[in-house]
């Protein structure tokens, strides 16, 4: 990781970043899907709208753990 002083790895810099932009990704999907989704007018799309909810925290948390380790990829 490159926050660690023994560590300066310009490829797990590079991987970081990658994994960074995928969950950005996802993200930009939930987010998508959720707005998709729109008005919930059967018991499908209530599931989904919680589904998608929950996926989104679940990646925007992991979105943070990567920039708190990497502060350089802020």
Known sequence: ??????????????????????????????????ELIGDMTTSNQV????????LQKVVASKILKVKRHNADLS
């Open 47 to 54: 599931g989904q709208r919680k589904v998608f909810n929950i």
């Open 1 to 34: 990781m490159a926050n660690h002083p023994f560590i300066d790895d310009a490829g797990e810099i590079k991987r970081q970043r990658a994994r960074l932009a995928r969950l950005e990704a996802d993200m930009a999907y939930f987010q998508a899907r959720l």
